[in-house]
């Protein structure tokens, strides 16, 4: 058995996010979730990583997001708050970037791999074992779902890849391994920084950790949901 023990939705992508008690979920993944992106002028997206779609930005982590009904609201490293149809130059001149823009997404979705990222806490376990010294939390790696799996073997959702899941009365079919990036190291909402981390997964596990999936069956999904492992059924398309 997993029990869901924590739900966490980022309405800005790569900075902070909410923890909920529970969240709805669609096609697109928990509602609200990477909504909203920090834009550059020529149109990519801020992120942890560079590729054809982001470009890292150094200190989103820094920020938190939540929404106050369906606005986001940023709060700024410097802690003051200010709503997200307001907030464009405020980010531009923490970031040193000018003309940045905090945007709805629109026919592309902000998410980098899948709209969905679980991990286990079996997992956690594994890796605090790997990173001596290291605090090793789930926010550091960003996930949607963490599922409390006890006693389970390490790195218990990699043997659901290519299966659909059902955790309360949500299906998922969990599509591949997360490939980590250097906002594993980055201090967070009070986590110090954890630098060597990001080494210590590509030793460990080719630097993939946790699993990406699609909703198949959306619905409400909450804290203390369960998973049950006789609920796994394959999947061929």
């Not at 369906?70 to 923490?94: F, K, M, Q, S, Y």
């Not at 630097?207 to 949901?225: N, Q």
Request: charged share 25%; glycine share 10%.
């Amino acid at each position: 058995m997993g029990v869901v023990t924590a739900l966490w939705r980022y309405p800005v992508k790569s900075m902070t996010g909410q923890r909920l008690t529970e969240a709805k979920l669609g096609e697109r993944g928990l509602d609200g979730d990477r909504l909203y992106a920090v834009r550059d002028p020529d149109g990519k997206f801020g992120s942890g990583k560079n590729t054809r779609r982001f470009r890292r930005m150094a200190g989103l982590h820094t920020f938190a997001a939540r929404y106050d009904g369906d606005v986001p609201v940023v709060t700024l490293p410097d802690g003051r708050t200010v709503r997200g149809d307001a907030v464009h130059g405020e980010i531009a001149n923490a970031l040193a970037r000018p003309g940045v823009r905090l945007v709805r997404e629109a026919e592309i979705p902000h998410h980098d791999e899948a709209a969905v990222h679980l991990l286990t806490t079996s997992s956690l376990a594994w890796l605090a074992e790997r990173a001596p010294g290291v605090e090793i939390d789930a926010r550091r790696l960003r996930p949607n779902i963490v599922l409390d799996t006890g006693p389970a073997p390490a790195l218990a959702e990699e043997a659901w890849l290519g299966q659909r899941i059902r955790i309360g009365e949500v299906e998922l079919e969990v599509l591949r391994r997360a490939v980590r990036c250097v906002m594993v190291e980055l201090p967070w909402a009070g986590l110090p920084a954890a630098p060597g981390l990001l080494k210590t997964i590509s030793e460990a596990n080719d630097l993939k950790f946790g699993v990406h999936a699609r909703v198949v069956r959306g619905g409400t999904l909450r804290v203390g949901d369960s998973h049950a492992s006789g609920c796994l059924t394959a999947h061929s398309s």
